[in-house]
């Protein structure tokens, strides 16, 4: 059986968390949440990077960084995960969807500027499988209107948009470790990016349960106090333990990852030229991180066939999201500007196939060859 995905394992993983849990006895419960924090802002430029419990209090914390309100209107391609949403919609903010641009399946940056109402609060960038949305056209009608712009960033770790890696760029970044991402801290994590200096200074307080124990903590004063809202997001040392020995194996695990993509790239490329598929669009601006490979066929019908084919084979492909627009609680929540031109249609015909850093070469070659024997069987 090849599944669709194995959470990644490096096998270095095990001697930093059993050096995690010695470290208990000391009561020193956060050396690998600094060592992780300091390699993101070091190696990624970030001005200041928090490790929380998954993507999804990330984006929850964002809405708080931000101080979403009541009815405000936050804007997102509707081809994402539930969280990119749920995160606003919990702070009784009004999804505005705006159709994605089938290249990438990211929010078409040309369609934002005509959902901007009074009440627009923020942009949400989904990256999608870790390929950049055009960043600089979503920034500069943010300035224009002067809005937040959020990165969910959950998919696109070691990413890049124009040499700047992504999480980077807008007021917030969001990433994910849960175990279907590149890197994971143990099976669920996250961290936020904050590169705002104003969202910094009110940053600590929301992190830690709305207190200032953060501050207590550096100066030594005895009691830590109630000062706002906030939420237990931070992430436990375990957890960072288990993170920090993928960070240290990071460019490898990119590399395989990386060598797998194009491989696939590179082999069913002859079918894609034949019109028998489509694959994956990488814009120049971008330098990915292989995080999902798909392939686009002709319809529904064709995933169908396809899916069932792979099977036979014991080869688990899948499809991907269910656009948010087209799913139950979309009329309690949002609305969608203008017509959903691609968003259905891209997502209905699109079949993700495996790949992680477990995947070995022989059993990507298996999937490959019954692949091509779907196509000109
Ligand atoms: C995985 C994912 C999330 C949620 O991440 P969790 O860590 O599981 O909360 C959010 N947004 C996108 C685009 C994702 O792919």
């Not at 999902?292 to 529904?300: A, P, S, T």
């Amino acid at each position: 059986m090849i599944l669709l995905n194995i959470p990644p394992i490096f096998g270095t993983e095990i001697k930093y968390v059993n050096s995690a849990i010695l470290d208990i006895k000391f009561n020193n419960n956060n050396k690998f949440i600094q060592l992780c924090e300091n390699w993101f802002e070091s190696k990624f430029n970030f001005k200041k990077v928090f490790l929380t419990t998954s993507c999804t209090s990330s984006l929850e914390m964002a809405a708080l960084l931000i101080n979403v309100q009541s009815g405000d209107e936050i804007i997102m391609s509707s081809y994402t995960f539930v969280s990119t949403a749920n995160a606003f919609v919990l702070r009784g903010a009004v999804i505005v969807f705006v159709d994605i641009r089938p290249d990438t399946l990211n929010i078409n940056e040309n369609l934002i500027e005509q959902a901007i109402t009074k009440k627009t609060k923020a942009i949400v960038a989904v990256h999608y499988a870790g390929v950049s949305c055009d960043m600089d056209l979503i920034m500069s009608v943010a300035i224009k209107y002067n809005l937040y712009v959020i990165e969910d960033a959950a998919q696109g770790m070691m990413s890049k948009y124009k040499n700047v890696y992504l999480g980077g760029i807008g007021h917030i970044g969001c990433f994910s470790f849960h175990k279907t991402k590149n890197y994971t801290s143990g099976g669920e994590g996250g961290a936020i990016v904050i590169n705002d200096d104003l969202l910094i200074k009110r940053s600590y307080i929301i992190y830690e349960e709305g207190t200032n124990r953060s501050i207590v903590n550096s100066n030594q004063i005895n009691n830590y106090m109630w000062y706002g809202v906030g939420s237990h997001y931070f992430m436990s040392n375990l957890q960072a333990a288990y993170l920090w020995a993928q960070l240290k194996a990071s460019k490898y695990i990119y590399n395989y990852r990386m060598n797998l993509w194009n491989n696939y790239f590179s082999e069913l490329f002859y079918l894609s030229e034949n019109k028998k598929l489509e694959l994956p669009n990488i814009p120049k601006y971008c330098k990915h991180n292989a995080h999902i490979f798909y392939l686009k066929m002709k319809n529904r019908n064709k995933c169908y066939s396809l899916v069932n084919w792979l099977m036979k084979y014991k080869i688990i492909v899948s499809f991907h999201y269910v656009p948010l627009h087209t799913s139950p609680a979309a009329k309690r929540f949002s609305r969608f500007v203008n017509s959903d031109v691609y968003t259905t249609v891209e997502s209905e015909r699109l079949i993700r196939i495996p790949i992680y850093y477990n995947l070995t070469i022989d059993d990507q070659n298996i999937i490959i060859k019954y692949l091509k024997k779907f196509f000109i069987k």
